[in-house]
């Protein structure tokens, strides 16, 4: 998996509680990524970051957040859980200096939000 | 709003057969369009990825038809195997976005031996 690590891979958590999802990267990535996987709509992306402290919103923002405060870690936090959070969540990570700019995917954390 | 469709949702396919997925896109700024595999409990790969300028890209047994007047590409994989059991999903980005992926739905292929 590239080089990517997440933590959890499995959590279970109730509704109303806070949740930190990690990505940790060894590739020395500028760009990381969190997608969440969900059935009939593919991945879709929640947030992004191009570089340390420099993050942006995707399509799937609202009830998350995100730090990024070393170039190997990014962070995702859901600050009160829901059950429309319950889903599997990918880190990416890409370098648009090399090739075509590739994402790489970490092997995701399964989030169940009873 | 589904930037790209993909269909079909589900396929099964001989071995040894032809297997094609299809992908439709709305937005002309994409310009980067990759396929990724994914087996079950594990992450999306990169398999094979095309930019608007070649009509045709092949690696080993898989390859991508694109079509920018239409606005279609398509997976072909040739003499498909079991091994090639997964889910495949297109995507689409624009170069200059930082390389933010939209993807289809996914197609799950079986092929029987």
């Known amino acids: 998996d590239a080089g990517i690590t997440q933590s959890p891979r499995h959590k279970v958590t109730e509704t109303g509680t806070p949740v930190t999802l990690r990505c940790h990267q060894t590739e020395n990535h500028r760009y990381m990524y969190w997608y969440r996987q969900d059935p009939g709509h593919g991945l879709r992306l929640i947030h992004y970051s191009y570089g340390v402290k420099d993050t942006d919103k995707g399509e799937v923002s609202d009830g998350y957040s995100v730090s990024r405060s070393k170039t190997e870690d990014f962070l995702l936090t859901l600050e009160s859980a829901t059950s429309s959070q319950t889903s599997v969540y990918f880190c990416?990570?890409?370098?648009?200096?090399?090739?075509?700019?590739?994402?790489?995917f970490g092997p995701g954390t399964r989030l169940t939000v009873t | 709003q589904q930037q790209v469709k993909q269909s079909p949702q589900s396929l099964i396919v001989q071995k040894g057969g032809i297997s094609i997925i299809n992908c439709a896109y709305e937005n002309t700024a994409f310009d980067y369009f990759p396929w990724y595999q994914q087996f079950p409990g594990k992450g999306p790969a990169l398999l094979i990825a095309i930019r608007p300028d070649v009509s045709e890209k092949k690696e080993g047994r898989f390859t991508i038809s694109f079509n920018k007047s239409a606005k279609q590409f398509s997976l072909h994989i040739m003499d498909s195997q079991p091994g090639d059991s997964a889910t495949y999903f297109c995507a689409a980005s624009k170069e200059t976005s930082g390389s933010r992926l939209t993807f289809g739905e996914g197609t799950q292929l079986t092929v029987n031996p």
């Open positions: 990416a990570i890409s370098d648009p200096r090399a090739g075509w700019g590739e994402q790489y």
